[in-house]
Nanobody, 112 residues
Framework: QVQFVESGGGLAQPGGSLRLSCAAS????????MSWVRQAPGKGLEWVSS????????IYADSVKGRFTISRDNAKNTLYLQMNSLKPEDTAVYSC?????WGQGTQVTVSS
């Protein structure tokens, strides 16, 4: 069964940075496009970013474009999300996603 372990979340000040990691297992990570999604308090699931199998093609939601960078290391079965210039509206639980599976997520809170 697909498993994800997300880490790297925490409390950041507006304008700050965090780097999220997602360790994947129990499936062939390198042959699937991967995504990050997030869910803010009281809101639905929001797609954040996706990356293709080789890592050469990435796409972003308009709300994070220019501030977030998705990447992957297929040798380590790990997905990353570098988040810069954080805003309070980025506060959410961030999860990695493949097809119909996603992890428990890691909490990101942006507040002064």
């Amino acid at each position: 069964q697909v498993q994800f372990v997300e880490s790297g979340g925490g409390l950041a000040q507006p304008g700050g940075s965090l780097r999220l990691s997602c360790a994947a297992s129990e499936f062939t990570f390198s042959v699937y496009a991967m995504s990050w999604v997030r869910q803010a308090p009281g809101k639905g699931l929001e797609w954040v970013s996706s990356i293709n199998t080789g890592g050469g093609k990435t796409i972003y939601a308009d709300s994070v474009k220019g501030r977030f960078t998705i990447s992957r290391d297929n040798a380590k079965n790990t997905l990353y999300l570098q988040m810069n210039s954080l805003k309070p509206e980025d506060t959410a639980v961030y999860s990695c996603n493949v097809q119909f599976y996603w992890g428990q997520g890691t909490q990101v809170t942006v507040s002064s």
